[in-house]
């Protein structure tokens, strides 16, 4: 059995032995499930699992066949039916589905009421309404009668926040509401409880008629086991066909919706009335779901252009759908797209620097920083950047859409945005003020930044905003614990140890501090005060733990962009990403590295085997090929019907503008 544990204050609370007749092992491959989801009062837990098979193969050999003295076993029994899997990174699992697991009455329940023949994963919950209710679903007049008798008691509630952004004019646009603080659920002695088996039915907790205390909206992506449009021949056939599910978004994916209430004997309640229902039902590919913070809207991710084509990858689009907390539904059934794709950016990259599209496999998940102040990671040319986007509803279909907002340097953003100063941006988290993301460039291992964010985030979605909003400082990681602040990576050691004095100083001035329940605050906190660890370091993160060898070999490495016109097909210019020897004397010696996919592409960042041939005297040349992501769509779909043609046709360009 799965055994599984949940832990309160560096103690063991509680644990649960799962039967394998509920579900086999856990999901958390970054596709299906990035994590599990907590419920907004902690009282309950999502996670994705294997699913049993839906029948037991019969046992071989009885036990009479052996003598009683051998050594093989006297029977076995095979583990179900075959059964195609997703291939790739989930060969040998079986289909991946739902399942809570009710802290507060011990129990696992697989999510009643989806669809058969789907894997189902990507779960987020969304907030309840802002003040707990005990509501039967669709009576509007109960839940104004509870309103009214809790005003009568003396309770008041939250009142609503402005939605509307000063960069973007809306018409009714939806108020955010703040979300109810959430409370543990969890034992508060932290004494490890007995395992005891869980309940492998769905009958006590899907629920027997109406009512009960809202837990909050339930959401998760479904991914149909039939081919996809874009396979007719293999969708005419009948058969079920996976055909693999990493980086492949073409496949179909549809989201879905319920509410949870727990009953009054503390079961989780999925009622009829409250049975899960697709979502955009006009849309073919819907991933990544993320509530707003107030639960007024979620936003998704699609790839419904990768579906349509067949093509593996393509320019994603992001869309918004309202969401009304009291009835755990959508406010409209449509959803409002945010980001369109983008055929071709209107300047190209080194020499241009426009949005390109999104390029993105899913969203963070403490993406908001404000009710409509969204942040994600998103190819950018040849870098990857970290981007803000305004989510609130735009004021017309016909109004055009505003690309998002880059908060870290992208090529040509600005004039002092060179090749030399440029790097990839991983956004890893946000909360209590602060944002904390990596930064990696081809000189540089991956080394952690922070930024303090501005006391309007919608400010960051402006037209006039851009890298210069945020003011990253490095973090330097000693040993064992963090040491001090540094702003951006300066010529000099001297210049960055006196910008981290006078970083950490005006911090302390601004009376920063950590939020409760805010680790992100809670570390921006330690490294201002100097951090908690004792013998540390202050030489700058993996940088400075290199060997001398390698830091001197990294600070030879010089690495550029160049813009090659292809030699057929087009004359839209493409990326050739170059690694040399800063001290090279006379022509060198070049490796031509073509990246896989083909829809990917390689960006400037930390690969040590390109700085390693570098520093062996080697010129590393590294294009993106038409073909690749990043460049616009128009540049993606000029690959298919000519691989084999166009990308090495390609190559070779990037080579001759090389030695030119």
């Known amino acids: ?178 979300a109810t603080p959430a409370t543990s659920a969890t034992p508060a002695g932290g004494e490890a409880i007995p395992a005891v088996p869980a309940v492998p039915e769905e009958g006590v907790e899907a629920g027997e008629g109406e009512g009960g205390v809202l837990l909050g909206s339930l959401v998760c992506v479904a991914w149909p086991h ?128 426009a949005f390109p599209g999104l390029y993105t496999a899913n969203l963070p998940e403490q993406g908001f920083v404000g009710p409509h102040t969204l942040l994600l990671n998103t190819q950018w040319g040849a870098v990857n950047t970290v981007a803000a986007v305004d989510t609130s509803p735009p004021p017309s279909p016909s109004s055009p859409l505003p690309p998002p907002t880059p908060l870290t340097p992208v090529p040509s953003t600005s004039s002092s945005s060179t090749t030399t100063t440029l790097a990839s941006w991983t956004l890893l988290g946000a909360g209590g003020g602060w944002l904390v993301a990596t930064r990696a460039a081809p000189d540089r291992p991956p080394e952690v930044y922070v930024a303090r964010m501005p006391s309007d985030p919608t400010r960051l979605t402006c037209p006039s905003a851009g890298p210069q909003s945020l003011r990253w400082r490095l973090l330097d990681v000693g040993s064992p614990g963090v040491t001090s602040l540094r702003g951006p990576p300066p010529p000099a050691a001297a210049a960055a140890a006196a910008a981290a004095a006078a970083l950490g100083d005006a911090a302390r001035a601004e009376g920063v501090s950590a939020t409760a329940g805010s680790s992100v605050a809670a570390v921006a906190a330690d490294v201002i005060s100097g951090g908690s660890g004792s013998g540390g370091t202050t030489t700058g993160a993996l940088y400075g733990d290199l060997p001398v060898v390698v830091r001197e070999a990294l600070q030879d490495l010089e690495y550029q962009v160049l813009s090659v016109i292809p030699r057929e097909g087009g004359s839209d210019p493409f990326d050739c990403l170059v690694w040399a020897p800063r001290s090279r004397r006379g022509p060198l010696p070049a490796v031509l590295l073509p990246h896989g996919g083909p829809h990917v592409a390689v960006t400037l960042s930390w690969f040590p085997p390109y700085a390693y041939l570098a520093a062996l005297g080697y010129v590393v040349l590294a294009p993106n090929y038409r073909g690749s992501s990043g460049y616009g769509q128009a540049a993606l779909a000029a690959l298919p019907g000519a691989i084999g043609r166009r990308d090495v046709g390609d190559c070779m360009a990037a080579v001759q503008a090389a030695v030119e």
């Open 226 to 353: 039939r081919p996809p449009p874009s396979f007719p021949r293999l969708a005419a056939g009948g058969a079920t066909r996976k055909l693999g599910i990493v980086f492949c978004y073409n496949r179909s994916a549809h989201l879905y919706g319920m509410a949870v209430r727990r009953g009054k004997d503390g079961s989780l309640l999925f009622s009829p009335s409250c049975s899960p229902r697709r979502l955009a039902p006009s849309l073919d590919s819907c991933l990544s779901p993320l509530f707003a913070p107030g639960g007024d809207h979620l936003v998704f991710l699609s790839h419904q252009t990768a579906v349509e084509t067949g093509t593996h990858g393509g320019t994603a689009r992001l869309y918004r759908l309202d969401w009304s907390p009291e009835s755990c539904a959508p406010a409209r059934e449509e959803p409002q797209l945010l980001v369109e794709v983008v055929e071709r950016p209107a300047g190209h990259l080194p020499g241009g620097g």
């Open 1 to 178: 059995p799965v055994l599984l544990q949940w832990w309160r204050g560096g103690r063991l609370a509680g644990e649960l032995a799962v039967p394998k007749t509920l579900h086999g092992p856990l999901y958390n491959d970054g596709t299906f499930a990035p994590g599990a989801a907590w419920a907004p009062d902690e009282s309950a837990v999502v996670y994705v699992a294997e699913t049993p098979s839906p029948e037991r193969t019969p046992a071989w050999c009885g036990p009479d066949s052996l003598p009683p003295d051998a050594a093989a076993p006297r029977s076995w029994r095979g583990v179900g039916g075959a059964a195609e899997d997703w291939g790739e990174q989930h060969t040998g699992r079986r289909a991946p589905g739902l399942f809570v697991l009710d802290i507060s009455g011990r129990r696992v329940v697989k999510v009643p009421g989806l669809p058969e023949d789907h894997s189902f994963g990507q779960a987020a919950w969304g907030p309840p309404p802002p003040a707990a209710t005990v509501t039967p679903p669709a009576a509007a007049a109960a839940a104004a009668a509870a309103a009214a008798a809790a005003a009568a008691a003396g309770e008041t509630a939250t009142s609503p926040s402005s939605s509307s952004s000063p960069c973007r004019p809306t018409e009714g646009a939806a108020a955010a509401v703040p």
